[in-house]
């Protein structure tokens, strides 16, 4: 059962990947876990650990705060 605070998280990692044309193994290799796991991350189905959260923000340019839906300002500062 996916946790209800992963769903905002889900969509947005989601939407930030195909935004920006991204592959899932693309971002599967920057995270450096293999896509199958990276696939579980996007679908809310495992918890992400800090270090990999920052860099999925600094990679999309977006604030941590917008990643995990706690704000809709997605701008970094």
Not at 9 to 35: C, G, H, I, P
Not at 41 to 63: H, N, Q, R, W, Y
């Amino acid at each position: 059962m996916i946790r209800t605070e992963f769903i905002e998280f889900s969509k947005r990692l989601k939407s930030l990947r195909v935004t920006n044309k991204k592959l899932q193994r693309d971002v599967a290799e920057l995270l450096k876990v293999t896509e199958r796991h990276y696939r579980l991350c996007e679908s809310g189905k495992v918890d992400i650990p800090m270090s990999k959260l920052i860099a999925l923000a600094d990679f999309f340019d977006v604030s941590l705060d917008y990643l995990v839906g706690r704000s809709d300002n997605s701008k970094r500062g």
